[in-house]
Protein backbone atom coordinates (compact mmCIF):
# COMPACT_ATOMS: atom_id res chain seq x y z
CA UNK A 1 0.00 0.00 0.00
CA UNK A 2 0.65 3.19 -0.53
CA UNK A 3 -0.91 6.32 1.99
CA UNK A 4 -1.06 9.19 4.09
CA UNK A 5 0.00 9.22 7.51
CA UNK A 6 -3.46 10.29 9.60
CA UNK A 7 -2.48 9.52 13.16
CA UNK A 8 0.56 8.21 14.89
CA UNK A 9 0.41 6.05 18.47
CA UNK A 10 2.61 5.83 21.16
CA UNK A 11 6.34 5.47 20.80
CA UNK A 12 6.00 6.43 16.91
CA UNK A 13 8.67 8.55 16.16
CA UNK A 14 9.54 7.76 12.63
CA UNK A 15 6.45 9.50 10.76
CA UNK A 16 3.91 12.08 11.64
CA UNK A 17 1.12 13.22 10.37
CA UNK A 18 0.83 14.20 6.77
CA UNK A 19 3.87 11.82 6.12
CA UNK A 20 3.46 10.17 2.39
CA UNK A 21 4.57 6.24 3.45
CA UNK A 22 4.32 2.56 1.62
CA UNK A 23 4.74 -0.67 3.26
CA UNK A 24 3.99 -4.64 2.56
CA UNK A 25 1.29 -4.19 5.60
CA UNK A 26 -1.05 -7.05 5.82
CA UNK A 27 -3.42 -9.36 4.29
CA UNK A 28 -2.62 -12.42 5.65
CA UNK A 29 -2.97 -14.34 9.27
CA UNK A 30 -5.77 -12.21 10.29
CA UNK A 31 -3.94 -8.51 9.75
CA UNK A 32 -6.29 -5.79 7.83
CA UNK A 33 -5.46 -5.77 4.38
CA UNK A 34 -5.02 -2.31 2.30
CA UNK A 35 -8.33 -2.92 0.61
CA UNK A 36 -9.79 0.18 2.62
CA UNK A 37 -9.39 3.75 3.14
CA UNK A 38 -7.87 3.50 6.39
CA UNK A 39 -5.61 0.87 8.30
CA UNK A 40 -4.07 1.19 11.60
CA UNK A 41 -0.34 -0.31 10.47
CA UNK A 42 2.39 -1.46 12.51
CA UNK A 43 4.85 1.78 11.89
CA UNK A 44 8.29 -0.59 11.54
CA UNK A 45 6.56 -2.16 8.21
CA UNK A 46 6.27 0.87 6.82
CA UNK A 47 9.27 3.84 5.17
CA UNK A 48 9.19 7.14 3.27
CA UNK A 49 7.98 6.89 0.23
CA UNK A 50 10.39 7.61 -2.63
CA UNK A 51 9.61 11.06 -3.47
CA UNK A 52 9.61 10.33 -7.44
CA UNK A 53 6.66 8.12 -7.63
CA UNK A 54 3.32 8.56 -7.60
CA UNK A 55 1.01 6.94 -4.63
CA UNK A 56 -0.32 4.46 -7.34
CA UNK A 57 3.27 3.52 -8.72
CA UNK A 58 5.10 3.30 -4.64
CA UNK A 59 2.26 0.84 -4.06
CA UNK A 60 3.36 -1.32 -6.74
CA UNK A 61 7.18 -1.80 -4.84
CA UNK A 62 6.84 -3.23 -1.52
CA UNK A 63 6.31 -6.95 -2.43
CA UNK A 64 8.40 -7.56 -5.05
CA UNK A 65 11.08 -5.62 -3.77
CA UNK A 66 10.89 -6.90 -0.01
CA UNK A 67 11.04 -10.38 -1.71
CA UNK A 68 14.10 -9.66 -3.98
CA UNK A 69 15.97 -8.22 -1.66
CA UNK A 70 15.55 -10.73 1.11
CA UNK A 71 16.86 -13.45 -1.44
CA UNK A 72 19.41 -11.62 -3.27
CA UNK A 73 20.86 -9.56 -0.38
CA UNK A 74 20.53 -11.34 2.80
CA UNK A 75 20.24 -14.31 1.54
CA UNK A 76 22.60 -15.10 -1.28
CA UNK A 77 24.83 -11.74 -0.98
CA UNK A 78 25.23 -10.73 -4.14
CA UNK A 79 28.14 -8.54 -5.09
CA UNK A 80 30.21 -6.49 -7.64
CA UNK A 81 31.52 -8.49 -10.09
CA UNK A 82 29.32 -11.66 -10.37
CA UNK A 83 27.32 -12.81 -12.94
CA UNK A 84 24.03 -13.61 -11.72
CA UNK A 85 20.78 -15.06 -13.55
CA UNK A 86 17.63 -14.41 -12.69
CA UNK A 87 14.42 -16.80 -13.87
CA UNK A 88 11.78 -15.14 -14.73
CA UNK A 89 13.25 -11.78 -15.32
CA UNK A 90 10.41 -9.67 -16.76
CA UNK A 91 7.53 -11.17 -13.79
CA UNK A 92 6.53 -9.21 -10.68
CA UNK A 93 9.18 -10.16 -8.13
CA UNK A 94 11.70 -11.00 -11.40
CA UNK A 95 11.85 -7.41 -13.10
CA UNK A 96 12.49 -6.04 -9.14
CA UNK A 97 15.49 -8.57 -8.71
CA UNK A 98 17.47 -7.43 -12.03
CA UNK A 99 17.28 -3.99 -11.23
CA UNK A 100 18.75 -4.24 -7.79
CA UNK A 101 21.41 -6.88 -9.13
CA UNK A 102 22.76 -4.68 -11.39
CA UNK A 103 22.41 -1.76 -8.64
CA UNK A 104 24.38 -3.95 -6.72
CA UNK A 105 27.57 -3.77 -9.81
CA UNK A 106 27.06 -7.30 -10.69
CA UNK A 107 26.40 -8.58 -14.44
CA UNK A 108 22.52 -9.45 -15.00
CA UNK A 109 20.97 -11.89 -17.18
CA UNK A 110 17.38 -12.98 -16.84
CA UNK A 111 15.05 -15.54 -18.82
CA UNK A 112 11.94 -14.58 -20.25
CA UNK A 113 9.70 -15.12 -23.00
CA UNK A 114 10.67 -13.25 -26.29
CA UNK A 115 7.74 -10.77 -25.75
CA UNK A 116 9.77 -9.95 -22.66
CA UNK A 117 13.20 -9.30 -24.13
CA UNK A 118 13.00 -5.93 -25.35
CA UNK A 119 11.37 -4.32 -21.98
CA UNK A 120 14.52 -6.77 -20.01
CA UNK A 121 17.37 -4.92 -22.40
CA UNK A 122 15.76 -2.07 -21.86
CA UNK A 123 16.82 -2.53 -18.51
CA UNK A 124 20.07 -3.35 -19.48
CA UNK A 125 20.27 -7.02 -18.48
CA UNK A 126 20.78 -9.67 -21.31
CA UNK A 127 17.55 -11.75 -21.94
CA UNK A 128 17.52 -15.45 -22.16
CA UNK A 129 14.94 -17.33 -24.34
CA UNK A 130 14.27 -20.46 -21.58
CA UNK A 131 11.76 -21.66 -24.53
CA UNK A 132 14.61 -21.33 -27.42
CA UNK A 133 17.70 -22.69 -25.57
CA UNK A 134 18.28 -25.39 -23.12
CA UNK A 135 19.78 -24.65 -19.87
CA UNK A 136 23.04 -26.44 -21.18
CA UNK A 137 23.03 -24.17 -24.20
CA UNK A 138 22.53 -20.88 -22.30
CA UNK A 139 25.10 -21.43 -19.55
CA UNK A 140 27.28 -22.65 -22.46
CA UNK A 141 26.89 -19.16 -24.38
CA UNK A 142 26.57 -17.24 -21.79
CA UNK A 143 29.29 -18.13 -18.84
CA UNK A 144 31.12 -20.85 -21.16
CA UNK A 145 29.97 -23.53 -19.89
CA UNK A 146 31.26 -22.61 -16.17
CA UNK A 147 28.24 -21.65 -14.83
CA UNK A 148 26.10 -18.65 -12.91
CA UNK A 149 27.41 -17.13 -9.50
CA UNK A 150 24.21 -17.08 -8.21
CA UNK A 151 20.84 -18.01 -9.91
CA UNK A 152 17.61 -16.26 -8.46
CA UNK A 153 14.51 -18.64 -9.23
CA UNK A 154 10.61 -16.52 -8.95
CA UNK A 155 8.74 -19.09 -10.18
CA UNK A 156 9.25 -22.48 -8.65
CA UNK A 157 8.93 -25.90 -10.18
CA UNK A 158 10.47 -26.62 -13.16
CA UNK A 159 12.59 -23.04 -12.76
CA UNK A 160 14.15 -24.36 -9.33
CA UNK A 161 15.01 -27.56 -11.33
CA UNK A 162 17.11 -25.37 -13.65
CA UNK A 163 18.14 -22.85 -11.67
CA UNK A 164 19.90 -25.82 -9.72
CA UNK A 165 21.74 -26.77 -13.29
CA UNK A 166 22.76 -23.48 -13.94
CA UNK A 167 24.58 -22.45 -10.83
CA UNK A 168 28.52 -22.64 -10.58
CA UNK A 169 30.59 -24.93 -8.53
CA UNK A 170 30.40 -22.83 -5.13
CA UNK A 171 27.54 -20.80 -6.26
CA UNK A 172 24.35 -20.35 -4.52
CA UNK A 173 20.57 -20.62 -5.97
CA UNK A 174 17.83 -18.63 -3.79
CA UNK A 175 13.80 -18.94 -4.84
CA UNK A 176 11.23 -17.36 -3.44
CA UNK A 177 8.89 -20.49 -4.76
CA UNK A 178 10.85 -23.01 -3.20
CA UNK A 179 7.72 -25.74 -2.70
CA UNK A 180 7.12 -29.00 -4.03
CA UNK A 181 9.46 -31.87 -4.81
CA UNK A 182 12.48 -31.27 -5.95
CA UNK A 183 16.21 -33.40 -6.63
CA UNK A 184 18.79 -31.60 -4.98
CA UNK A 185 21.73 -34.24 -6.73
CA UNK A 186 22.61 -31.47 -9.09
CA UNK A 187 22.97 -28.78 -6.80
CA UNK A 188 25.46 -31.20 -4.52
CA UNK A 189 27.13 -32.37 -7.60
CA UNK A 190 27.95 -28.35 -7.70
CA UNK A 191 28.81 -28.01 -3.93
CA UNK A 192 26.53 -25.08 -4.75
CA UNK A 193 24.16 -23.96 -1.81
CA UNK A 194 20.61 -23.02 -1.90
CA UNK A 195 18.16 -21.10 0.42
CA UNK A 196 14.53 -19.73 0.44
CA UNK A 197 12.85 -17.04 0.95
CA UNK A 198 9.04 -16.75 2.63
CA UNK A 199 8.46 -12.85 2.54
CA UNK A 200 5.14 -12.80 4.71
CA UNK A 201 6.87 -14.64 8.10
CA UNK A 202 7.29 -11.17 9.51
CA UNK A 203 3.68 -10.50 9.21
CA UNK A 204 2.24 -13.78 10.58
CA UNK A 205 5.03 -14.08 13.40
CA UNK A 206 5.58 -10.26 14.08
CA UNK A 207 9.30 -11.03 13.88
CA UNK A 208 12.10 -8.90 12.13
CA UNK A 209 9.05 -6.53 10.92
CA UNK A 210 11.67 -4.01 11.67
CA UNK A 211 14.11 -5.21 8.48
CA UNK A 212 11.14 -4.74 6.18
CA UNK A 213 11.20 -0.79 7.04
CA UNK A 214 14.27 -1.03 6.51
CA UNK A 215 14.73 -2.39 2.95
CA UNK A 216 11.49 -0.16 1.93
CA UNK A 217 13.97 2.56 2.87
CA UNK A 218 16.74 1.25 0.56
CA UNK A 219 14.34 1.19 -2.26
CA UNK A 220 13.15 4.73 -1.80
CA UNK A 221 16.31 5.62 -1.81
CA UNK A 222 17.32 3.61 -5.57
CA UNK A 223 13.91 4.68 -6.60
CA UNK A 224 14.90 8.65 -6.09
CA UNK A 225 18.40 7.74 -7.48
CA UNK A 226 16.67 6.45 -10.68
CA UNK A 227 17.68 3.30 -10.35
CA UNK A 228 15.19 1.40 -9.47
CA UNK A 229 11.41 1.73 -11.19
CA UNK A 230 7.94 -0.75 -10.87
CA UNK A 231 6.85 -2.05 -13.84
CA UNK A 232 2.99 -1.30 -13.35
CA UNK A 233 0.18 -2.55 -15.22
CA UNK A 234 -1.69 0.27 -17.84
CA UNK A 235 -5.06 -0.34 -16.19
CA UNK A 236 -6.75 1.75 -13.27
CA UNK A 237 -8.86 -0.16 -11.35
CA UNK A 238 -10.97 1.88 -7.91
CA UNK A 239 -11.91 0.26 -5.03
CA UNK A 240 -15.36 -1.15 -6.50
CA UNK A 241 -13.79 -2.78 -9.35
CA UNK A 242 -11.17 -4.18 -7.24
CA UNK A 243 -12.63 -7.99 -8.13
CA UNK A 244 -11.69 -7.24 -11.79
CA UNK A 245 -7.78 -6.39 -10.68
CA UNK A 246 -8.11 -9.67 -9.31
CA UNK A 247 -9.61 -11.34 -12.44
CA UNK A 248 -6.64 -9.36 -14.66
CA UNK A 249 -4.24 -11.66 -12.49
CA UNK A 250 -5.55 -14.70 -12.75
CA UNK A 251 -5.94 -14.78 -16.42
CA UNK A 252 -2.45 -13.43 -17.02
CA UNK A 253 -3.30 -10.42 -19.24
CA UNK A 254 -1.23 -8.12 -16.07
CA UNK A 255 1.79 -6.72 -17.93
CA UNK A 256 3.77 -5.78 -14.35
CA UNK A 257 1.96 -5.24 -10.78
CA UNK A 258 -2.19 -4.36 -10.46
CA UNK A 259 -2.84 -1.79 -8.63
CA UNK A 260 -6.09 -0.34 -6.94
CA UNK A 261 -6.71 3.28 -6.14
CA UNK A 262 -9.18 2.90 -3.06
CA UNK A 263 -9.37 6.90 -3.22
CA UNK A 264 -10.42 7.13 -6.86
CA UNK A 265 -13.67 6.56 -8.87
CA UNK A 266 -11.87 4.87 -12.25
CA UNK A 267 -14.98 5.53 -15.43
Request: hydrophobic residues 45%; proline residues 3%; charged residues 15%.
Amino acid sequence: MAGIVEAIGAGVDAFKPGDAVYGMTGGVGGIQGSLARYAAIDAALLAHKPASLSMHDAAALPLAFITSYAGIVDRARVRAGQTVLVQGGAGGVGHMSVQLVRALGAHVFATASAGNHEYIAGLGMTPIDYRAMSVEQYVAAHTNGAGFDVVVDTAGGASLDASFAAVKHFGHVVSALGWGTHALAPLSFREASYSGVFTLHPLLTGQHRAHHGEMLREAARLVDEGRLAPRVDARRFDLLGAERAYEALLDGSARGKIVVDVETQVG
